[in-house]
């Protein structure tokens, strides 16, 4: 029969469509269940909740950031259709459906549109995307040199605050010797250690021509006082709590020595103390003690200069104390360093003879040193090991690793055993001048000096065998550094305020 009144809308059609604008739902019924919707005219007649499952679906892809986009997507447009929720998460939208007890006919259960409670949650959800979608866009449109400049801004006070702390506790050590003028500016850390906050080095040969002449000449102190105005001037801008400024051999022995002290305070404002050979062997063990590992019993510490090397004998096989030179059991200052021997045998062309010929002029000079046997014994065991520091070893260490540029922190505490020793040795006397000057860790300021070196460790070696070798890039400047923060109490007062880390 013909319905003229519902444009042909079967009578069942008509009490879904009347269900669907009413917004309601029939007891029994599921909307989905029906099929394809009646047609009114070109209009799809389509039920409510599917037009609320459009919107929500279109604002869910027109923000794919949201958190729980997929996981919520899925449950709305899926499975959800089903009976049976067990499977939804407690926060899924579905699972809200099935929870507040509003039965479907299939089963589900179904809010009411305009309740209160839906509307709450709704309000809730949208807040939380509007939060979301906010600070996800401010994070991407805030510019990283905003978050920069910020920082930056903040830099010069650090820095300022970071020198006024290093003025209050920094010490500097200043060590001219016959070859190197040397300065270090450090403040202490925990009990033992410091950390170096400013440093210069440059070899200045102080001492050439000294063992001919006896004197110093002119263009060495030029290029002595030079070196010390630049110290002046780091010196001056760090304003250290304390300092301890020293020359060693040259200055000891020239004639001029005194005189060359004056004229440094003069030209520079700084105040040089010549110091004996015995206090540079003990400043040479203080430097070093934290190399010497526990177990060990003896040690024999050499430090080979440009115009004298220093050797001390320690015995730590008993009780040992935080302070390495109290175990000093012999010292002995050799009148020979790696510039006078160069001077005397020649540097440029070593043959080996002349080598060996160095070696024995060493070794005579340590026969005539008597340290009483008093390492004799330990020096048999296993607990007995050399530390050398001076360019001398650190140049062997540097060549034995093949250093395209030398590396302090590779070099400082390295072991050698005694066949590395041996062969680098051979190697360095089979270079010639040219070679040993293309060498990164040798160049032309030691090229001429390593071999006299070398001759000076050899003779050591042969007086006190040891199957081990410690390489120590420290000495005079690290050893003054320890005595100056130990006698100031510096590592207890730091330790009292808790910046001892």
Request: overall charge positive.
């Amino acid at each position: 029969m013909e319905n003229h009144d519902h444009g042909g809308v079967s009578p069942l059609d008509r009490v879904v469509r009347d269900a669907a604008s009413d917004g309601g739902s029939s007891p029994g019924f599921d909307d989905r269940s029906a099929g394809q919707p009646a047609l009114v005219g070109e209009t799809n007649v389509l039920p409510k909740r599917k037009k609320t499952r459009r919107k929500r679906a279109s604002r869910s892809r027109a923000a794919p950031h949201r958190a729980s986009d997929d996981a919520s997507e899925e449950a709305f447009n899926g499975d959800a259709s089903k009976g049976d929720a067990s499977h939804l998460r407690k926060d899924d939208p579905e699972h809200v459906r099935v929870r507040d007890g509003q039965a479907h006919g299939d089963g589900t259960s179904r809010p009411e549109e305009n309740s209160p409670k839906r509307k709450r949650r709704k309000r809730r959800r949208r807040r939380a995307f509007v939060r979301e979608a906010v600070a996800e866009t401010t994070a991407k449109e805030t510019p990283p040199q905003a978050e920069a400049g910020k920082s930056s801004r903040s830099q010069p006070a650090r820095r300022r605050e970071s020198e006024q702390e290093g003025q209050r506790t920094s010490y500097a050590a200043l060590d001219l010797g016959t070859n190197n003028c040397r300065l270090l500016v450090a403040v202490p850390t925990r009990p033992g250690h410091f950390r170096v906050v400013d440093a210069f080095s440059r070899i200045v040969r102080l001492g050439e021509g000294l063992s001919r002449e006896g004197r110093l000449s002119e263009a060495a102190m030029d290029r002595a006082v030079s070196a010390l105005g630049i110290c002046a001037e780091k010196l001056g801008h760090r304003k250290p709590r304390r300092m301890r400024l020293i020359a060693t051999e040259a200055c000891r022995s020239a004639e001029n020595g005194e005189a060359f002290i004056e004229r440094v305070k003069h030209e520079t404002g700084l105040t040089l103390e010549i110091i004996d050979r015995q206090t540079e062997a003990r400043l040479a063990v203080a430097g070093c003690s934290t190399l010497v590992e526990r177990g060990t019993e003896g040690v024999v510490l050499f430090d080979i200069g440009g115009g004298s090397s220093e050797i001390a004998l320690v015995d730590i096989s008993r009780h040992r104390t935080p302070r390495l030179a109290d175990h000093i059991v012999a010292w002995t200052s050799l009148p020979v360093g790696v510039v006078s021997l160069a001077e005397r045998f020649g540097g440029h062309h070593v043959t080996r003879e002349s080598f060996l010929a160095m070696v024995d002029a060493v070794s005579e000079m340590l026969d005539r040193f008597d340290d009483g046997g008093r390492l004799s014994r330990i020096a048999a065991g296993g607990r007995f090991h050399l530390i050398g520091t001076s360019g001398t070893v650190t140049t062997l260490a540097g060549v034995h690793l093949g250093l395209a540029r030398y590396d302090r922190r590779q070099v400082d505490g390295l072991w050698m055993e005694r066949d590395n020793v041996d062969r680098m040795i051979e190697t360095l006397l089979s270079w010639d001048f040219e070679q040993r000057k293309a060498n990164p860790c040798i160049g032309a300021d030691r090229a001429d000096l390593v071999l006299a070196g070398c001759a000076i460790l050899e003779a050591i070696r042969r007086r006190w065998p040891s199957e081990r070798l410690r390489v120590a890039d420290r000495g005079l400047r690290e050893g003054m550094l320890n005595e100056m923060m130990a006698a100031d109490g510096a590592w207890r007062r730091r330790r009292q305020t808790g910046r001892g880390k």
